[in-house]
């Protein structure tokens, strides 16, 4: 120990002594080891590595779980229950869009991203700015702007993970569809949000909404 | 006395017979309804199967010119409530030149007084009270309408309308 002890120092030790606390750790890191061998660190970093990323990972997927999302009541009562009645919840193939497949990238970089947005959300559920239905109703345009903006920004990445362009055959769709896919689709002149607005939740307050009233 | 005793006793095996046979009758007479097929009237019919929904985007006419139209295609999840309503994204008037969809009638624009708005009415805002959309179905029962064009057709061949 190369320290002095800070309850016998005088006047301003403890900076004194926190300082020589960092030149010490920096003494230690940047020498190399004398007691552990090479071997050992190696594999004890590389073990080290595996539980850290691993952990990491794994609370990611489990913060990506549809259990997950709805574990808190605002979702559950008012976004999930809308869901539920929608084609994505439950359909002919047995196929469910469940929430992160649409609200979180599937890209690492991406999602994590979002993962650190979603830290506002965690402070909205814990101060509580849409714990009760008619809060919700308030702000309702103003969270599905935010998802709208994404998706625009993005040009409906989420939604072309599962529906791309070049897998669409117009030929099976009703009429309606293939027009208007063929007309702003596939020239790129929309992008899927444009229009599929409130497929999976209700609609906010739509005044003001290009192409709603 | 006897005699009497004897005729109510005729009447009761009369009443006897008829009633056996009124009974058995309704028992073994085929029920056969279009609506509710051959199922016995104290027994549960089987659910129709629920039939495959119109979505030509075929306009359809109108069988009487005060016929609201219907609607030639799906309206599974529209939304049409005080906050948004899916069917005036298309049908409104400013929206028709890029759904190319028919904008629907000025007289919806009108109030209960007769009175031109500038948009859609309240009273006519919730389309599906009068416009619905269309199942592929074989009438149950027959259906014996007959086209106004067709009556007075038959009425004054030829004649200019």
Partial sequence: MTTTDPSSAPHGAPREGRRGFLRELWH???????????????????????????????????????????????????????LKSTIHFSNRSGVRATCPDCHVPHNWTDKIGRKMQASKEVWGHLFGSIDTPEKFADRRLELALHEWARFKANNSLECRNCHSTESMDVTKQSPRAAVAHSAYLFNGEKT?????????????????????? | ????????????????????????????????????????????????????????????????????????????????????????????RARTGESRAPMLSITHFMDREGQFLATVSPRRYFCTQCHVPQHVVRAPVENDFIDIDSLLNAAAPGARR
Wanted: proline residues 8%.
């Fill in chain 1, 192 to 213: 899927c949000i444009d229009c599929h607005k409130g497929i999976a939740h209700h609609l906010p307050d739509m005044r003001g909404v290009p192409g709603w009233q």
């Fill in chain 2, 1 to 92: 006395m006897k005699i009497r005793f004897k005729s109510v006793r005729r009447f009761f095996v009369a009443l006897a017979v008829v009633v056996s046979a009124s009974a058995t009758s309704l028992i073994a007479e085929p029920l056969s309804s279009p609506l509710r097929g051959t199922t016995p009237l104290d027994e549960v019919a089987p659910a129709p199967l629920i039939t495959p929904l119109k979505n030509s985007a075929e306009r359809e006419v109108r069988n009487y010119p005060e016929q609201p139209p219907v609607i030639p295609h799906s309206t599974d999840g529209y939304q049409i409530d005080l906050n948004s309503n899916k069917c005036l994204s298309c049908h409104a």
């Fill in chain 1, 28 to 82: 230690v890191l940047s020498r190399p080891s004398s007691v552990f061998s090479l071997g050992a660190l190696v594999i004890a970093g590389f073990v080290a590595g595996v539980v850290f990323w691993g952990g990491f990972n794994t609370a990611l997927e489990a913060t990506n779980t549809e259990k997950f999302c709805t574990g808190c009541h605002e979702m559950r009562d008012n976004v999930f229950a809308e």
